[in-house]
């Protein structure tokens, strides 16, 4: 029997996208590496990634027989590619990770994330795993280790979105934009129906392919589901903020504790759950791009509100979103 038909294999749909790469770069990092079954996001012929140090990959069509075989499923493509994947996957198929949302809604559908989750979660056979949203994720991770310095009365998050959640389109009209703008070129708009190199948006162009306010309705209703788990943490107030960066979340945080900790006790607790904590050197997104994990800096207690405190934190999105779909895969693939 050969090593490939004696490892764990899983299947990953939409091959080509953003997050399909960070999830190939952590499986194959983990031991043992599963074998990797690429797939198209469409059920047409097979195509050519393109080479990837110096290895030719090739996407198979998404079809049932592309699924049959594998433990795990991973969907990284696109809503569509996700739905078709349900639709197609047979009965004795491959757990499905969703992480693009496109089935939350689906009865046997589960929200899925494990950097936040209180415990361990045991594998349950027909349920679809639902990847939360990136920047609800990181929320309720800081949000629990701040519950450990003190009680929290209120939260404000400004949470402030990269290009690369709207994907590949998303980081090309980012970039076309920038270039336009310095060289007083015609702007594509395609995906923000609106400019934003060099520009910030509280929301999109009415022809946007997904109005922003959608994006913030997913990011609280993932953020509720989470905090449903802790009882005592209330839900924050919450602004989505499309910002003309190519990587990485970040978030301006507002706490109000029934008695302040202090900024020593609030990075202690940070540091307790193990979140990297910077009082020197704030954190930025390009600085956090590839790593794992929330950074968090200029702590400062409110001058005008002594209960209170500021923060800032940047996370990876498309890392957090792959670490947190294989933690959900653990337990299938064996």
Known sequence: MSERATRARVALVGGDSLLARELRELLEESKPVPAIEMISASAENATMLGADDEEVIALIPLTAQSLTGSQVAFLAGSPASSRRALKLNPPDGPVLIDLTAA???QPHARLRAPSAEPTRSLPQPGIIHVVAHPAAIAAAMLLTALSKASTIRRSILHVFEPASERGK????????????VLTFQ??????????????????????????????????????????????????????????????GHSFSVWEEFEENPGTDAVARALEAARIDVRPDDPPSNAKIAGQSGLSVGAISTDPNQPRACWLWMV???????????IGAAKGFLR
């Open 315 to 325: 996370a990876d999105n498309l890392r957090l979103s792959a670490e947190n779909a």
């Open 186 to 247: 015609k702007l594509t708009t395609d995906v923000f129906d609106e400019q934003l190199g060099f520009n910030m948006l509280a929301r999109y162009g009415e022809e946007a392919l997904e109005p922003l306010e959608g994006v913030e309705q997913r990011i609280e209703r993932h953020l509720a589901s989470l905090l449903a788990s802790y009882p005592d943490i209330p839900m924050p107030s919450l602004r989505l903020i499309q910002a003309p960066v190519f990587h």
């Open 169 to 180: 389109k998303g980081l090309d009209e980012l970039k076309q934009q920038t270039v336009g």
């Open 103 to 105: 089935l939350e809604d």
